[in-house]
């Protein structure tokens, strides 16, 4: 009877196409859609050469430092500056035009126009800043030329501390792709979302859910092997479709789990056994209608995930920093904190932190489920 | 009167999904638009940065923590190194700076201490690099002429003080404007979800077989009927679009009372207009409630990634906008952000948003020739 239920339970979800929609597809359309969008948004976020451009006055033509500074930056294919030298005419079309971020006029003081305020704006003031800088250090020994030790050499030594790098040492994790965090809330929200299939299997073993489910109630078989059987079936539809978005994400989509393979594996079935003791408890708890269910699920997965970052990446770090029990309860963010520290982190406490948190998570609403499914009986129905 | 009042019961039923997709609005594109550009006036941009000092705070490192607080928005993070780096990759701080113990003592030992850094590697970490960079610099140029600590501090304060002259061109209230587009943007979204979804099930109820069957034996003439509920639905998208203007003039501000403001609204009414017929021709086409709640997902969403609703166009690759071509909440989309930036409205200026209007209502044709085309074939199949 076990293997019985459980073919027809898997046969039954398999062809119901909305729940495969929902469960399969949608999850794998929003990946792609999630792809699209944000697949060049951390590059548009680095530093990328400026187009800028130079006003040829006498005062310019005449300082070296300035020539030579500007000339340097805008050498190479990954140059700050890509420079162009014109009048102040054709710099302010070309400023209008947007052709440039900026252009800079040198004359008793260096000016620089803008159109608008901006991140890159301000690097250029600040750049044309240093080189005002250096210039000025260089007056001003020039003027004092008391010290101890000859021009020459402090000349050089000024060359030589402007040539080479600042004391700084970068030691930032490589993996910082922010982008991630979507496509971890994506396999939370299809992981929770399996809770639709644990529910929709489980309504076809319960008397007062189904016309199939009073069939089962009155046959002479064990309840405990019929919702056993469902609840495994479910989970393997489950697990399917979770396999396929992982394929999916990693071969198609270049989605980066880090490298430890069999945890992620270990964290996809943990969170989809959370997801599916989730749809299980809501079926069992309510005595409402399936459509009622459903949308009970899909809002709180979806709730779970905009709390764990799908709709704003930086969610999840404001509910962290300021409400923490909140994603502590949360089982959508369970599973988002587990890729992303599989991702991020070098060690593995927090990952484990998150399966021991989502076994606990699924053990409750296990818990809760059989206390309200046993020994339901009804004279009538 | 009875088709508007039965229009209005449907409705009613459906009024906890606009209400989401308002809140939503609001959220996202109403608290959620903060920008990095001020007002009419140069302001600098400052990057969100940490410093976690070793040292004591005296001297030489005193002033560089000053000169770093001066120049970007300081962070408060917990005091743990795995509060720091989950800060650091959800950017909500773009460089943390650690000095080391003992680091006045080295540098005026002329060690030149180095100094470890994290960084987000973008332009925000760029410029607080820059920023630093530069304070080094400076400081180990007057190392060499200057051997008292005071004296040195002072000429390095001195000279990172002289700013160049900024003029900025453009006196355009770029922060509101920004603002204002980003909402009409997201509100890409809400409209044609909104509209999509009621106006579809509306007309998926209309179309059950037991009210479909009464309401064609009923006295009332079935051109009467359709016209009243296409009335209705017009009406109800009508309310939709005014509810997000007046709701947009709250949360953006009063640039909607503008001539800029005049645009962003014609624009959203057309594209509002475009909404309601892409509903008809769904709900003309599909009547099963499941597949439309899909279908109203898997268009809404398409449309916002791909266009530029939830991410700004200027990020989207050029792969994408493309495709996106085919869309009209491209065209859509691509009217705000020109707006944003317009500063005279003469004909020159106005033509790239004639040619975009002319586009939506060339899709809105289009879409009613497809739903009277698909109506009058379901009709013959009858």
Same mark, same amino acid.
């Given at each position: ?19 495969? $929609? ?11 859609? $999630? ?24 005062? $310019? ?291 484990? $932190? ?28 | ?57 005296? @001297? ?13 928005? +300081? ?21 943390? %700076?650690?000095? !080391? ?42 190392? %060499? =002429? ?17 700013? !160049?002259?900024?003029? +900025? ?24 979800? @909104? ?14 077989? @037991? ?37 947009? %003039?709250?949360?953006? @501000? ?92 003469? +004909?020159?200026?106005?033509? !790239?948003? =004639?040619?975009? +209007? ?9 879409? %009613? ?14």
């Amino acid at each position: 009877m076990f293997f019985h239920n459980f073919k027809y339970t898997f046969l039954t979800l398999f062809k119901n196409k909305m729940l495969i $929609f929902w469960t399969f597809a949608f999850p794998i359309l929003l990946g792609t859609f $999630f792809q699209m969008a944000f697949q060049d948004i951390e590059n548009s976020e680095t530093l990328h050469t400026m187009n800028i451009a130079v006003v040829k006055t006498d005062t $310019f033509e005449n300082h070296n430092i300035w020539k030579e500074t500007i000339q340097n930056l805008s050498e190479g294919s990954d140059s700050l500056f890509s420079t162009v030298y014109v009048n102040e005419e054709e710099a302010r079309k070309q400023l209008e035009e947007e052709d440039i971020i900026g252009y800079l006029k040198l004359e008793d003081t260096p000016k620089i126009v803008v159109k608008k305020s901006g991140i890159y704006q301000t690097i250029f003031k600040s750049v044309i800043e240093e080189i005002n800088a250096q210039e000025l250090m260089l007056n001003q020994m020039i003027q004092n030329g008391d010290f101890a030790v000859d021009y020459s050499t402090i000349y050089q030594k000024i060359e030589e501390i402007t040539k080479k790098e600042a004391p700084i040492l970068n030691i930032s994790r490589a993996n910082l792709s922010y982008t991630m965090i979507e496509f971890y809330t994506l396999i939370a929200m299809a992981a929770l979302y399996g809770g639709i299939l644990g529910m929709t299997a489980l309504n076809q073993v319960l008397a007062n859910m189904s016309h199939n489910g009073k069939r089962v109630a009155v046959s002479p078989v064990s309840k405990g092997k019929l919702v056993l059987s469902s609840i495994l079936a479910s989970y393997i539809v489950q697990l399917i479709g979770i396999a396929l978005l992982f394929i999916f994400t990693i071969f198609v989509l270049k989605v980066d789990y880090g490298t430890h393979l069999a945890l992620v594996l270990l964290l996809a079935l943990t969170g989809s056994l959370a997801g599916l003791s989730m749809g299980v408890t809501i079926a069992s708890i309510l005595k409402t209608s399936e459509n009622v269910k459903t949308g009970i699920i899909i809002s709180i997965t979806m709730l779970g995930c905009f709390l764990s970052g799908m709709m704003g990446i930086t969610m999840k770090y404001i509910i962290d920093k300021n409400i923490p029990i909140l994603n502590k309860i949360n089982s959508a963010s369970m599973i988002t904190d587990g890729f992303y520290a599989l991702y991020y982190y070098d060690t593995l406490d927090r990952f484990y $932190f998150n399966i021991v948190s989502l076994l606990l998570f699924a053990t409750i609403m296990v818990v809760i489920s059989i206390f309200c499914l046993r020994r339901q009986k009804y004279d009538s129905i | 009167m009875t088709v508007f009042k039965t229009f209005l019961k449907v409705l009613n039923k459906y009024k906890g999904t606009l209400i989401l997709y308002t809140v939503i609005l609001i959220f996202f594109a109403g608290f959620n638009i903060e920008t990095n550009d001020t007002g009419t006036d140069f302001v600098s941009s400052k990057p969100d940065v940490l410093i976690v000092n070793q040292d004591e705070e005296v @001297g030489i490192t005193k002033s560089l923590v000053h000169y770093m607080e001066d120049h970007s928005n +300081m962070v408060a993070i917990k005091d743990t190194e795995e509060a720091r780096d989950d800060a650091l990759f959800y950017r909500d701080v773009n460089y943390i %700076i650690y000095i !080391p113990a003992h680091y006045r003592e080295d540098f005026l030992a002329g060690k030149n201490p180095v100094i470890v850094v994290k960084s987000t590697g973008d332009y925000q970490s760029s410029l607080a690099e820059l920023l630093l960079t530069r304070y080094l610099k400076l400081a180990e140029f007057y190392q %060499i =002429i200057e051997v008292n600590e005071d004296a040195l501090i002072e000429q390095i304060e001195t000279t990172l003080s002289k700013e !160049p002259v900024v003029e +900025m061109t453009s006196h355009l209230d770029r922060n509101q404007l920004e603002k204002a587009t980003r909402y009409f943007n997201f509100a890409n979204y809400c409209i044609l979800a @909104g509209c999509i979804y009621v106006v579809c099930f509306i007309l998926s109820s209309f179309k059950t077989k @037991g009210v479909h069957k009464r309401t064609i034996i009923s006295s009332t003439n079935y051109k009467t009927f359709n016209r009243k509920l296409l009335l209705s639905n017009a009406l109800f998208a009508f309310v939709l679009w005014a509810f997000y203007i007046v709701l947009g %003039i709250i949360l953006v @501000g009063d640039v909607l009372l503008s001539m800029h403001g005049i645009f962003y609204a014609i624009n959203s009414f057309l594209f509002t207009l475009c909404a309601l017929t892409i509903a008809f021709l769904i709900g003309n086409a599909i009547a099963n409630k499941n597949a439309i709640s899909g279908l109203v997902n898997v268009i809404a969403l398409g449309s916002s990634f791909l266009c530029g609703a939830f991410v700004p166009m200027e990020w989207l690759p050029d792969k994408v906008l493309a495709i996106a071509h085919i869309l009209p909440s491209y065209w859509y989309i691509k009217t705000n952000e020109y707006l944003k930036g317009l500063e005279v409205f003469d +004909m020159d200026a106005l033509k !790239p948003i =004639i040619c975009n +209007m002319g586009v939506i209502v060339v899709f809105i044709v289009i879409f %009613i020739i497809l739903t009277n085309f698909i109506s009058h074939k379901k009709q013959i199949q009858k």
